[in-house]
């Protein structure tokens, strides 16, 4: 129906899914149409909605793109446009909706009754900003969404798929709808509500995802567990459906100023990634499969990309999932692998972590999120080309407790001499169990200066996770999908070998190294240079596949 023919009174219906995956229909009242300050741009219908559907929670997030029909002069009922934005009313039941007209973007004509409201208009706040994930345990949900919340992106958490398995939904105007960024194990999208169709073409939300055009996420149906009922009304509290996305049926293609829009049929480029995590001390194992978008060959245009969201969050889930908690002290690997299509080895590393990983203000995997999210965002400042990414892994193996001892002391001889190699016997106590001992060989160097010199020897620290704050999880997790970690002015790796070597950087050693100092010398920021540069150099003395050896001893020598 044209925008001319809304008029102040008309009775009208809105559909939408409020449980479930079934269709349910409530009254809608119109009572204005609004515009800018100019009289014709930001038309918007003011309404008021009633009804059992949604007389408990009235309207919020989920209910955006909701199609509204009313009757033109012979009776037809006629679609005028999608519940789009609340305006913070108490109860949730006034709102607003955009013309079919503006989301079908064909010119829009407000009346010349039209009131102008500008101040209404700032005050309108899109429905489906929030985005959803599905399938997170509860601390890991609530670690989404502290930090959603402390950058301003509302994130919702919801269960997987119901016990008993849907059908695929026809997307027809009231149908729950998802805008995907991955599906399977973890999804990840924004819940809505289809408006018109046309053939394999779809309209929904009545306002944008993020504005940012040309897009290639995925379209799902969606299943509808409730409303949850909020009458407040505020951007931190208010009514919205607890939804989750359910089977991918097509592809998101344009993110407009007044609508989403999609084609059923195809899925868009996505990338397989898999998060497998065994448990050393029970032998088990959880794996969680998840497809994620791949919007590189666009320019990623939201700035990030969906990956560096929802590979560290799988990360974490997975790693709470098979240690059955969250306990404050973690061993473990973990080895990441990225297959890019034309390099015959994929891009990766392995790293070992050993620290206070979880417990309170923490999370399992914490270190092994970032090390994750830092893959992901060197692969997001690629900017050379948009390399095909045709898998991603991560690999984990967790065990509770700290494998790990401090060096108490070390013993060996009190003269070397340069260019010999020497047994050295490190003296170290478990954390929290017996002492142990390790025999190293260390070479003197041959261009040392001769002299009294500290050979010390540098364990490797424990890993730090735990309480981070939420807007620091924030920025580990890209939940804005901001920047994608880099500028155009810092293009990052400048070929796709480069861009693999920089993945392969995020390894570290795991080890003791061995230095030679002056007495009581503090190890240098900078080495010197010459002969005193080539004795204090660090140098890896010791790998242990059981143990990570931490802390600092020293052994007086003199060097002849």
């Avoid at 119109?30 to 009804?51: E, H, P, Q, Y």
Wanted: hydrophobic share 40%; net charge neutral; with cysteine.
């Amino acid at each position: 129906m044209p925008l001319s023919q809304v008029t102040a009174g008309m009775h009208c219906t809105a559909a939408s899914v409020v449980q479930g995956t079934d269709i349910a229909t409530f009254d809608i009242d119109i009572l204005d149409v609004v515009t800018g300050t100019d009289g014709t741009n930001n038309a918007r219908i003011l309404f008021r909605a009633s009804g059992p559907a949604v007389a408990a929670t009235g309207i919020g997030p989920g209910f955006s793109g909701s199609p509204i029909s009313c009757p033109d002069g012979d009776g037809v009922q006629r679609i005028i446009g999608a519940i789009s934005e609340g305006i913070g009313d108490y109860g949730n039941d006034v709102a607003l909706a955009t013309p079919i007209e503006a989301m079908l973007q064909t010119p829009v004509d407000p009346p010349r009754s039209a009131r102008r409201d500008a101040a209404l208009l700032r005050r309108a706040r899109p429905l489906a900003t929030p985005l959803t994930f599905s399938g997170l345990s509860g601390p890991v949900a609530d670690l989404v969404r502290r930090a959603g919340a402390a950058v301003g992106r509302p994130l919702l958490t919801v269960p997987s798929r119901p016990r008993a398995s849907f059908p695929v939904q026809q997307l027809v105007p009231g149908a729950a709808m998802s805008v995907g960024y991955s599906s399977g194990d973890i999804g990840l999208g924004a819940i809505g509500t289809v408006t018109y169709t046309d053939g394999d073409a779809i309209w929904a939300f009545g306002h944008p995802l993020d504005g940012a055009g040309a897009r290639s996420l995925i379209l799902s149906d969606a299943y509808v567990y409730t409303v949850i009922g909020n009458p407040i009304g505020t951007p931190d509290a208010t009514s919205y459906k607890l939804a989750a996305p359910g089977h991918d049926v097509g592809t998101f293609t344009d993110d407009g100023p007044d609508a989403v829009t999609g084609r059923i049929g195809p899925a868009p480029v996505r990338i397989p990634l898999t998060v497998t995590a065994h448990n050393a001390d029970l032998g088990t194992t959880v794996v969680l499969h998840s497809m994620v978008a791949d919007e590189r060959a666009l320019g990623l245009p939201a700035g990030g990309s969906p990956l560096s969201l929802v590979a560290p969050i799988s990360t974490i889930e997975a790693a709470y999932r098979v240690l059955l908690g969250n306990p404050s002290a973690q061993s473990g690997s973990m080895c990441l692998s990225m297959t890019i299509e034309g390099r015959s080895a994929p891009a990766g590393f392995c790293n070992r972590y050993v620290g206070a990983l979880g417990g309170q203000g923490g999370l399992s995997g914490s270190p092994i999120m970032a090390d994750v999210s830092n893959a992901v965002g060197a692969l997001d400042a690629y900017r050379f080309g948009p390399p095909k990414i045709t898998a991603m892994s991560v690999t984990m193996t967790l065990r509770r407790g700290l494998h790990q001892a401090y060096m108490l002391s070390a013993s060996g001889p009190r003269a070397v001499r340069r260019g010999s190699t020497v047994s050295v016997r490190i003296h170290a106590r478990n954390v929290l169990g017996p002492d142990v001992g390790r025999t190293i060989r260390v070479k003197i160097p041959k261009g040392m200066p001769p002299g009294r010199r500290d050979l010390v020897l540098d364990g490797t620290p424990a890993d730090i996770g735990g309480a981070a704050s939420p807007t620091d999880t924030a920025s580990v997790l890209n939940i804005t999908l901001g920047d994608g970690g880099n500028t155009a002015d810092s293009p990052g790796a400048r070929t796709v070998a480069a861009l693999a070597g920089q993945i392969s950087g995020i390894r570290r050693e795991d080890a003791v190294y061995a230095s030679f100092l002056p007495p009581r010398a503090a190890p240098p920021d900078h080495l010197p240079g010459g002969a005193e540069g080539v004795a204090q150099r660090s140098r890896v003395v010791l790998h242990d596949a059981t143990l990570r050896f931490s802390g600092r001893v020293r052994l007086r020598v003199e060097v002849r």
